[in-house]
């Protein structure tokens, strides 16, 4: 660990800090509902534009790095973000949409530079170390964030923005001071891809086969979110369990997603996602076999056993595809494709919940298993600009 570029632990220090200081995203519909006194269909269209304004950010933030710099669009974004954020309790009812679509597309776009940086700050190839150290910050800070929110949430909503725009803006500040240079590209030899995204993308004939399995398996994995635990709700459990479950889940990942990156980072990629995304598909089909604290914890640790190998790998499998010009707009499209289950988990999720709750851990199971079988062939699958991923001695 000592070879990891120091770029790659400044921006890990600033998504920890960031992670823990994070409250909007918890707390917003609380507080639109709450101290805003919105009705509920109005607070979900302001909460719903902060979803859209991050996917647009993912999708298409990236340009902006990659065209003017990751460390400049970084720092610019982080700044509107903070500002945002801050002057949240005092923005116009009329205006909530239009800041929290904002805050979303420059959260996004800011993590799309970030993760950019720290991409190109390692040589391609070895940056699932790199992917590991960032996502173990990120994870780390969420554990904090919450329960320190719900206790700053009793004396007041306002403080709640306050600190987390100031807590963006102190990040900000430092990282700039501390990361004073973006890492140099190196640019792929001439005529090695084609120009910009789309045609290097639809060159990429493994990349193509592993993006909608991405998708599928986020929309499977994010069912942790929203029917799991109505599902344990309808079958008399407490909340309790549920928080148990994502209190193991956090736990395994802050403990072994690191070593066992380490362990494994030699290995081909491919293999090692479909591993993951399999294991996701098992732990699904468990939570079908009960709902008993015993069950569904070993679902969730067969599932996060799935969820290290393959989220750390895939985000450096996809960022060692990418020219080095198109850096930032290959780390969007992955951020934007492991993130859609965000918006599409839960009304799909609760369709099928609701005409057949017993199907939906066996489809879950078949949606993650076939993915992975999907990611195991792009792994073999010769493109225009490489050859299938060779095994390694």
């Known amino acids: ?74 720092l610019l974004a982080s700044t509107v973000a903070g500002v945002v954020t801050l002057l949240m309790p005092w923005t116009p009812v009329a205006l909530l949409a239009l800041s929290t679509a904002l805050l979303g597309y420059s959260g996004a776009t800011a993590g799309t530079s970030q993760g950019a940086l720290t991409a190109l700050a390692v040589p391609a190839g070895d940056r699932r170390r790199a992917v590991a150290i960032s996502r173990a910050a990120f994870n780390a800070g969420c554990v904090i964030g919450p329960p320190v929110g719900a206790l700053l949430a009793v004396e007041h909503f306002t403080v709640l923005f306050v600190i987390d725009g100031l807590v963006i803006l102190v990040v900000r500040a430092v990282t700039a001071a501390l990361l004073r240079a973006e890492p140099e590209r190196q640019a792929a030899p001439a005529g090695e891809r ?32 929203s029917t799991l635990p109505v599902y344990l709700r309808d079958n008399g459990q407490q909340l309790t369990v549920y928080a148990a479950v994502l209190a193991v889940g956090s736990g395994l990942i802050l403990l072994l ?18 591993v993951g995304y399999v294991l996701v598909g098992v732990g699904m089909a468990l939570f079908g076999l009960g709902t008993t604290a015993a ?24 960022l ?32 099928l919940y609701g005409i057949a709750p017993a ?25 225009p600009a490489e050859a299938p991923e060779p095994a390694l001695a």
């Open 257 to 274: 997603e690191i070593p066992v990156t380490m362990l494994l980072r030699r290995l081909p990629a491919a293999g090692i996602i479909a």
């Open 1 to 74: 660990m000592r070879d990891i570029p120091r770029v790659v632990w400044i921006l890990a220090v600033g998504r920890f800090v960031n992670a823990a200081g994070s409250f909007v995203f918890t707390f917003l519909f609380l507080c639109l509902t709450g101290p805003r006194q919105l009705p509920l269909e109005q607070a979900g269209l302001i909460s719903g534009a902060l979803g859209v304004g991050l996917l647009a950010g993912n999708f298409t933030g990236g340009w902006f790095g990659d065209r003017y710099g990751h460390r400049r669009v970084m």
């Open 295 to 318: 069950v569904v914890i070993a679902a969730m640790v067969v599932l996060t056993a799935g969820e290290i190998l393959y989220k750390t790998t895939a985000t450096a499998h996809v």
């Open 359 to 383: 199907a939906l851990w066996p489809v879950c199971a078949v949606l993650a298993i076939f993915a992975g079988a999907l990611a195991w062939r792009s792994g073999r699958v010769a493109t």
């Open 194 to 225: 084609p120009a910009g995204l789309w045609r290097s993308v639809f060159a990429d004939r493994g990349l193509l086969m592993l993006l909608p399995a991405i998708v599928a398996v986020d929309v499977v994995y994010r069912q942790l979110y």
């Open 320 to 351: 060692d595809r990418a020219p080095a010009e198109l850096t930032g707009r290959y780390q969007g499209l992955y951020t934007g494709a492991a993130t859609s289950g965000t918006m599409l988990a839960a009304p799909l999720g609760a369709l």
